[in-house]
RNA sequence: GACUUGGUAGCUCAGCUGGUAGAGCACAUCCCUUUUAAGGAUGGGGUCCUGGGUUCGAGCCCCAGCCAAGUCACCA
């Protein structure tokens, strides 16, 4: 027992205030025979968003609930309190009174534990009735409750009232961080995620009402492939090889067509080892689709007829609020050349010129270009400066030069063009789409040139995959491919301003961790500083041997008797020489 | 990677020309006892991001660094 109580003694330096207060309002829990962290269930049988909804249409239901969830606020007068209380769907209500909580003599369950013992953020279950108050406000009248998670730390409080937030919990760096902080005081955060969810749902089902088989590929390749990114790179021990990270599941999905399946896609986690912004993170979620004997004409009616559902789906209109602007996925899109998009911004015609007079005709436009971009470069330049950005309603965008385009079929009718699309939407790409190329020595002149790219430096380029090229060889069928980023249509169909906002958990800058955990205190213990004077001595910034020893023995002991006066802490106070001798032995 | 802005109590934020760290919420002890961003009284709570420098004196000024956000560049 005095082991338990240095323990927390130890811990509780760290410790602020309030959590101290909970750690011994726990502590009382305990005494009173309260378990904080039952084992066993509690069942529920109605949410929040239930009762608030349908008790007003009719008043006689509700009359035996059982639910649970977060405390959020609390009231307390008296006799009486009210608390809020927050489960998954919504926030409702709570009235206690003090003889019914506790009918007999013994008020303790009421006086103690409910008004003193409990806080916000602890999870209780209640049971009761549900009536209206004088305020006019739907109610749980609660017969008994029953604590069902003890919370050792404060939580932001968030008030709202008529619309109006206080308080706000608003801070980008913790809401990331710690995103459950900002799931539990930011409700309409989980609709955003719910919101996500439903998206992907949408888009499955629409998929597999098309008979297309969802697959599963390696996420660890041998061999990176599929798009120009640089890779994650890690090893494999048993089969002693370097071992990437996927950047896309293309070649692998292909071939699968290749093996026979007439359309296969995946929802896949890629990885790609670039910069960091509102629309880019580390890793990000593509859906890739593949469908035999099509090509991308066919791709484009898909993808207008699949993202037109889902924003059905989740919106019931067309229409969707982003930013500035409404967004209208209504079929058809608009549809443009490149060429003709440039033409269409700029007012020029590019498509007959040659290298240098589109050169001169990009500076004219003040885009930039080197001399290491070649032809198809600064048409991608040009388009990307003038065009990209004021495309706010989705467009599909085809036929793109060949250089930019490895995996992709040479144009039917246009040559030094590939059969490629990209839909735009909102100023930014939202998926790419192309006749996939099926010709197995062109396919492998192209990877020829990404091979001189790479040694020319281009770290995207691509690499030869040589099992790639012997399955096409094979001979796959005439293919339509897409690529859809989930991530970005999720920031379109919920209003989001960033990509952090539809990711549960961006990726961040590792946390700094405090210097005082983990801190090795053997040079401590062996100059014969008791264990529990060890954390108070690191508290007081003594947190190195070097540093203690250099120390002035009575300001060392003047400073541990403060922090035991200061923290209240129920260990004996240490004499000078004590403290003399400890920095004497370092 | 570049530039701009920010980092102060558990949360949201003030902090003057450089002169003993503040408010609201939250927390603690009371009062009130069907309230509602409850109200009232009292109280406790701080590594002012970190490390240097200037100064008699730094939350504030200077330098370096860390973290974040925004903008730009590359990528989806």
Redesign the pocket.
Known sequence: MKVLIQLKSDMSLKL????R??RE?LKELLDLGIDPYPAEKFDVNVTAKEILKRFPEDNSLFQEVSIAGRIM??????????A?LQDSTDRI?L?F?RDEICPGEDKTFYNTVF???L??GDIIGVKGHVFV?????I?I?VKEYKILCKSL??????????G?V?????????R??QRY?DLI?NPEIRDTFRQRARMIQSMRDFLLSKDYLEVETPVLQPIYGG????PFKTFHNTLDTTLYLR?ANELYLKRLIVGGYDGVFEFAK???N?????????????MELYVAYKDYEWMMELVEEMVEKITLDLHGTTEVKVGENIINFKRPWKRFTMYEAIEHFTGVNISDMDEDQMRKTAKELGV?TNTTMGRGKII??IF??KCE?QLIQPTFITDYPIEMSPLAKKHRSAPGLVERF?AICNG???C?SFSELNDPIDQRARFEEQLELGRRGDP?AMILDEDFLRSIEHGMPPTAGL?I?I??LAMIMTNS????DVLFF?Q?????T???EGQDNKEFSDAGIPGEWITILQ?A?Y?TAALLKEANPNKVFNQLCGLRK?QKLDIPAPKPEEVKSWIENM
Do not use: C, W
Request: net charge negative; proline share 5%.
């Open positions: 602020s205030e309030q959590e207060f909970r309002a606020g609390r009231r307390i007068m008296g006799s009486a309190s009210f809020e209500q009235y009174n008004k003193r013992l806080d916000i108050t004088r305020m006019g406000e109610t009248h730390r404060p939580l932001p409080v968030v008030k709202e009232k008529d109006q206080y308080d706000a919990f608003k801070d980008a760096e913790q990331y961080r902080l005081v798009a120009a990114a640089r950047i890629d990885f790609r670039e910069g960091m912004s509102r629309f880019h993170n580390p890793e990000f979620t593509q930039e991608d330049e990307g400066e950005a990209e930014k790409e939202i790419n995207e690529g980023g991530d970005r301003n960033s990509i952090q961006p961040m800058r590792p946390e700094k405090s210097s005082v508290h910034g947190t200061k």
